[in-house]
């Protein structure tokens, strides 16, 4: 089992950056495939990006290409998500998930889930 604890949301004007944090506890994290997924007022909650356990591929959506990048420091037992450019419609609670799966997409696949960040982006 793993536990999840994200950071670094906030406030951020338009075309701001951002570096969000999960911090993974318990047994081995670097086994686990990790995601982050995003879920704004009103709205489903969605898939946003997700690395391999080594860190070797990582996939991102189509609305965060080349604005959002994906990384993980197994020697730290954390997983970041670098965002830039941002907009309004980034604005949502953003979560990192844990999948003993390979590489996926999808929201099922992930066992284990942190209590989200919140990240507001001004117009």
């Known amino acids: 089992q793993v536990q999840l604890v994200e950071s670094g949301g906030e406030l951020v004007q338009t075309g701001g950056s951002l570096r969000l944090s999960c911090a993974a506890s318990g047994r081995s994290f670097n086994s686990y495939t990790m995601g982050w997924f995003r879920q704004a007022p009103g709205k489903a909650r969605e898939f946003v990006a997700t690395i391999t356990w080594n860190g070797d591929r990582t996939y991102g959506a189509d609305s965060v290409k080349g604005r959002f990048t994906i990384s993980r420091d197994n020697a730290k037992n954390t997983v970041y998500l670098q965002m830039s450019n941002l907009k309004p419609e980034d604005t949502a609670v953003y979560y990192c998930?844990?999948?003993?799966?390979?590489?996926?997409?999808?929201?099922?696949?992930?066992?284990?889930w942190g209590q989200g960040t919140q990240v507001t982006v001004s117009s």
């Open positions: 998930a844990a999948s003993s799966t390979g590489i996926t997409t999808v929201e099922r696949r992930y066992a284990y």
